[in-house]
């Protein structure tokens, strides 16, 4: 193991959402928010292969936001604000069907900015879970209400199969690597409201540029 897979902690990779939050106006910073979808993804790669198909669409989606970042156009997407206003000026945003513009970076967001929901949710149930609680069951319930609505049946179907194969609720905690149930429920506690934070400044943009809806 290297030193920085020894140091992974969900607390961590948390903290992300929390450094995304500009001080002054609220923006959203890209390379934040590429970094904590990226530990999100080590996360759930490291609850085994069963997730892959999740995680090769998420890495894919990355890796479309890091070459924004890393081409001619990179100033332009430093925030999610500065990424919504370049592209819809710029006309880079396919706004009824894919064609020119399938994977501009308001599309790609929009997908993780759907799954961040799914985060949200899912880690208010862990927290406010019991002993006897089902993860699979929590992560069931967490996806009908939010991913679920904008995916396809098979994928629904896969997604759904693919819970059963989730840790138990106790060794989920362990994998989180942050110490005793009590420590997990205390830095939940304190680093959700960052995560919904990113997610309500990041829904309450797109609603203002009619983009929730992107193909
Ligand atoms: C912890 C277990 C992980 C459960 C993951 C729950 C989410 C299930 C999502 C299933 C997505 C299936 C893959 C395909 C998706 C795409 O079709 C679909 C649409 O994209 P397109 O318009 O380009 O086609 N893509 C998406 O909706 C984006 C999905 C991104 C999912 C990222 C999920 C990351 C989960 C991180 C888990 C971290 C767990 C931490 C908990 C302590």
Redesign the pocket.
Known sequence: MTAVEEKFS?TE?LSSFKACLEKENQDVLMDYYISG?KG??R??NS?GAI?S??????VS?IQIMEAFRKSSSGDQYRSLQSMVAYELKAKLVDLNKRAEHSNSGC??IL??H??LR??QL??EK?RTSTENSKTSVL?TE??NDS?AN???WI?RK??MV??YA?PARNT?FE??NVGSIEDVVTMLGEAMPYVSQVYDITQQLYAQHNLLDLP
């Open positions: 969900l990779v979808w999100l993804v996360f759930m609850l997730f198909f999740v995680s090769k669409d998420a989606k599309r790609t997908r993780l759907r799954a799914w985060l899912f880690l862990l992560c967490a996806y991913l904008y995916h396809p994928i896969t997604a693919s819970f989730l989920f994998v989180m």
